[in-house]
């Protein structure tokens, strides 16, 4: 799933091929990827796109004051045409097409999603607040708004909630997901059960300046890319996160992974955890 360096880099990559174009149309192929009807799809039709931009993991495209909100989910994805085809995209259940966006010059983008599981969402408000994942979104880590005291409060709020769900809540902070947070941890030395509001003040600082570090990094090296290379981007820079089995850049220790929540998370046992393997909850209980 796209986190906040590569929406932020989609955004941007977007922006400067978007602004100042109008879209002549939008096609939906399948239908259960847009969530609203009023406005209605058509009403974006021969409007300008005034910007676009990122609000935690949500893309936002300004399309003349009415808003298309995208929110990739876990397998959606944006590729860049520069001719489209000029009949309308049919429905097809089999095709990944999801959405596309045909611009006034003939270009435009393909909204795709892999696999069986659909969970890409489209929305078309008049403003993105009108998006209630938006609407709950936590602060920015990114934005001035979020200060180490917005950090320390958040940590207390969450009691003994283990440190890595709340780190990944969007409604506690918005933009960070499951690959993000693992890597926030490593760098931070941190085991991901550690609950919340168990952290040192000296361990607060560390982690308040990690999260602005790992994703302002790595914001830096996604920018200016274009969406088909950020994916490779994104797994190429990753010290934990999706390595399980291989040596931990830092330690050399193997790196483990435990279930969480519905998916897995990584973690290197010498760096975060005193080489002590975390048990996973999952496995003690289908051998009991
Ligand atoms: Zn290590």
């Known amino acids: 799933m796209p986190e906040l360096p590569e929406v932020e880099a989609l955004a941007h990559d977007l922006a400067k091929r978007l602004d100042g174009r109008a879209i ?77 966006i045909v611009l006034d010059n003939g270009s435009g983008l393909d909204i795709t999603e892999a696999g069986t599981r659909k969970s890409l969402a489209l929305y078309v408000v008049r403003d993105p607040n009108d998006v209630e994942g938006i609407a709950r979104l936590g602060p920015d880590p990114l934005s001035d708004d979020f200060t180490i005291d917005v950090l320390a409060d958040i940590l207390a709020a969450s009691g003994r909630a283990q440190i890595k769900g709340v780190l990944r809540s969007q409604g506690n902070i918005a933009g960070i997901g499951n690959a993000y947070s ?86 290197c046992p010498t760096c975060q955890t005193g080489g002590k393997p975390l048990a996973d909850r999952r496995m003690s209980k289908l051998l009991k």
């Not at 939008?26 to 300008?48: E, Q």
């Open 182 to 267: 693992d890597e926030i941890l490593h760098a931070a030395k941190m085991s991901p059960f550690k609950p919340a509001n168990s952290l040192s003040p000296e361990e607060l600082d560390l982690l308040f300046a990690t999260i602005r570090s790992e994703l302002s990094e790595a914001v830096a090296r996604a920018d200016g890319l274009p969406a088909s290379e950020l994916k490779g981007e994104k797994k190429s820079n990753m010290a934990v996160h999706g390595r399980t089995g291989l040596a931990c850049p830092v330690c050399g220790d193997t790196i483990r992974e435990v279930s969480f929540a519905d998916r897995s998370l990584q973690y």
């Open 24 to 100: 002549v149309r939008v096609d939906i192929a399948n239908f259960s990827c847009l969530k609203t009807y009023d406005p209605p799809i058509s009403a974006l039709a021969g409007a300008m796109i005034d910007g676009v931009s990122r609000r935690g993991k949500f893309l936002d495209f300004d399309v003349s004051g009415t808003h298309l909100v995208l929110h990739l989910a876990l397998a959606g994805w944006i590729r860049w045409k520069d001719e489209v085809p000029k009949l309308p995209a049919k429905p097809n259940s089999k095709s990944p097409l999801a959405a596309r």
